[in-house]
């Protein structure tokens, strides 16, 4: 069976400093792969999605970047953190162009 | 399309009723339809999907109609349970494409 894995789960960093989060998928290859971002209360925005290793859509101009150095690793990262950028980040799965998606347990992410 | 500035809707449904929770989609090219519930804390959980070649499919207590003319999906859940309180989010997709866009979602509350 596939699972996906997300971590660190919770954190908290200074703003101007580095982030770095990581995703891996395990039991499947080549997934599609996504980041959300997601704030309080609110709902799910699409950050960047992969179809492929070195291949990445950005959705949302903004300080964040994303990476798939390996065909099951997704990393999201930051050179300078702002505020704005809290928020609870997910990442997520597919097969392929025309199944669901699922998703990781999420990183909850506080710039202070 | 996203709707990810705006604060969730509630719907408040009493123990054992129907709920239905409603989605419109923004895209004409979308042709994957998915409903994903989400408890506090956690990644978006699948719960049925839908096709635009079809216009109703049901699962365990679940029913998901989609109308295309008026671009809008619904969820039906069965005789609702305590457990059933959670955010509600529809996504679409199309699949000529690999991103997976979400609705703005809607927050159930079941009264006892």
């Known amino acids: 069976s596939q699972t996906i894995h997300q971590w660190p789960a919770t954190l908290v960093q200074p703003v101007g400093s580095p982030l770095s989060l990581e995703c891996t998928v395990e039991?499947?290859?080549?997934?599609?792969l996504y980041w959300y971002r997601q704030a309080a209360g609110r709902g799910l925005q699409l950050l960047f999605y992969s179809v492929g290793i070195g291949q990445i859509s950005s959705e949302v101009p903004q300080n964040l970047s994303a990476s798939r150095p390996q065909d099951r690793q997704f990393i999201l990262s930051s050179k300078k953190l702002l505020l704005s950028d809290s928020g609870f980040y997910l990442c997520a799965w597919c097969r392929d162009r025309r199944t669901e998606a699922f998703f990781g347990q999420g990183t909850r992410l506080t710039v202070v | 399309g996203e709707s990810v500035g705006l604060h969730l809707p509630t719907l408040s449904v009493q123990e054992g009723d129907n709920s239905i929770i409603n989605c419109a989609y923004s895209n004409s090219a979308s042709d994957y339809f998915i409903w994903y519930k989400q408890e506090s804390g956690k990644g978006p959980q699948f719960i049925i999907d839908i096709r635009s070649n079809m216009d109703k499919r049901q699962g365990q207590r679940v029913t998901v109609l989609l109308n295309k003319t008026v671009k809008h999906l619904s969820l039906q859940i069965a005789a609702t349970q305590p457990g059933d309180s959670a955010v509600y989010f529809c996504a679409e997709k199309d699949s000529s494409a690999s991103k997976i866009i979400f609705g703005s979602g809607t927050r159930l509350s079941i009264r006892p």
């Open positions: 039991g499947t290859s080549n997934p599609n």
